[in-house]
């Protein structure tokens, strides 16, 4: 008897279970009583012959959009589940009757969730769940452009770049710079010009350059340099590619015929090449030469800049030493001793005078500024003792003073 009952009670509660339908689901949807309405379209559509009918389907993605705004279904997948749901009822019913009198806008209440819940974590710095919020909006705005759906006369823009930049931020913050990569690989190809997506096809090329992937690497530098054909960046990306081969700076420099930056830097690289070292480099002279050359174009190029002529300045007064090393180095007494001690002291005159002239023109620059910065000031200084060696040299005592007394007012 007991066993009869039991089996009584099962039939009852699954025919329950089999009774469910539309209009219960229905009418908790109206209610807006959404977590009662979930527990009757998932007993629904747990019914097999349910799966078959598009309108239960429907009311799955209706109820699931609704849900997902419940607190305690954030970070779930209702949202997903109500994506999927709704292009299975569209799949099952061509004419969409159900969703497009309301101009589908399920899909777009879709899609600000996913936007909304992003700003949210972004704000609260919780970068990993704005990138994977941003992502599904995305996702959600690609499948709603794809259908041509518009909303109260709104559609979404052919490229959403704020969208899409919002998304890269929100994955290098999280450091997921591959997701990242993939976003500004998108606005990128695009060709977006601005101030605003300058640094994107940086991005780009340093992060390909790094991964040693050559093609990615030159398209983006192709594309930055033509949109951006002023940015001084690219010069400098060119001079860090050629590394220490001098062969291949010379071909950066010939590019860039008219850039002083490039020419002042390498002129640098050449003194301290030449004179910092613990011993000359082998090819001591010919590096001279290059110097003199690269220094003196960077001073054509802009003839006020200070560095530029200290630089000469600096350069000329070691080619002093190394004559007058050299000169000092002929002891005997020979007629031939006599002419290369003399050919030496022209060549230290005419060099000291011409340092004289550089070495005046970075003193004259910082003595006219009323205000120098420490870095200035240390060069105003050597500038100013290159000058009292020159006037050491020529026995001018008056001239010797009066840049000793100015060395000794630089603080």
């Known amino acids: 008897m007991q066993k009869s009952l039991l089996t009584l009670m099962l039939v009852f509660i699954t025919a329950s279970l089999f009774s469910q339908s539309i209009d219960d689901i229905r009418k908790y949807a109206v209610l807006q009583k ?16 349910n799966q078959k009918k598009a309108e239960g389907w429907y009311y799955k993605g209706l109820i699931y959009v609704e849900v997902a705004k419940l607190p305690n279904y954030a970070n779930t997948d209702t949202r997903q589940q109500a994506f999927e749901a709704l292009k299975k009822y569209q ?17 777009f209440s879709l899609y600000n969730g996913y936007f909304d819940d992003a700003i949210k974590n972004y704000n609260e710095k919780k970068y990993g769940s704005a990138f994977k919020n941003f992502k599904e909006a995305l996702a959600i705005e690609e499948f709603i ?30 450091k997921d710079t591959a997701s990242a990569i993939f976003y500004d690989q998108k606005l990128a190809d695009a060709k977006l010009k601005g101030e605003a ?39 400098d990306f060119d001079w860090r590619q050629a590394g220490d081969d001098k062969t291949k700076k010379e071909q ?7 850039n002083f930056a490039l020419y002042y830097n390498y002129s640098a690289e050449l003194f301290n090449e030449l004179y910092t070292g613990d011993s000359k480099p082998a090819n001591y ?38 004559l007058t090393d050299a000169f000092n180095a002929i002891k005997g007494k020979t007629p031939n001793d006599t002419k290369k001690k003399n050919e030496l002291m022209s060549q230290i005159n005419s060099v000291y005078d011409e340092m004289l002239k550089y070495a005046t023109d970075a003193y004259n620059f910082f003595d006219k500024k009323e205000t120098l910065k420490p870095s200035e000031k240390g060069s105003f200084k050597v500038a100013t003792n290159l000058l009292i060696g020159y006037w050491e040299y020529k026995k001018d005592n008056a001239k010797v003073k009066q840049f000793q007394d100015k060395m000794d007012s630089i603080k």
């Open 34 to 49: 959404w977590e009662d309405a979930k527990t009757q379209v998932d007993k629904y559509l747990s019914v097999e012959k």
């Open 91 to 107: 799949e099952m019913d061509p004419s969409n009757g159900m969703m497009k009198d309301n101009e589908n806008v399920e899909y």
């Open 145 to 174: 452009k794809s259908k041509n759906y518009s909303y109260k006369g709104y559609s979404f823009p052919a490229l959403d770049t704020q969208l899409l930049q919002n998304t890269s931020l929100a994955a290098m913050l999280n």
């Open 197 to 235: 997506f300058r640094d994107i096809y940086v991005t780009l090329v340093e992060y390909f350059s790094e991964k040693k992937d050559t093609e990615n690497m030159n398209k983006y530098l192709t594309l930055g340099k033509e949109l951006y054909p002023a940015d001084d960046y690219w010069v």
């Open 252 to 258: 950066v420099l010939a590019k860039y015929p008219n």
């Open 285 to 322: 002279s010919a590096t001279q030469d290059k110097l003199d050359s690269t220094i003196r174009k960077a001073i054509a190029l802009d003839p006020s800049r200070p560095e530029a002529n200290l630089l000469e300045a600096r350069h000329l007064a070691n080619k002093v030493y190394d």
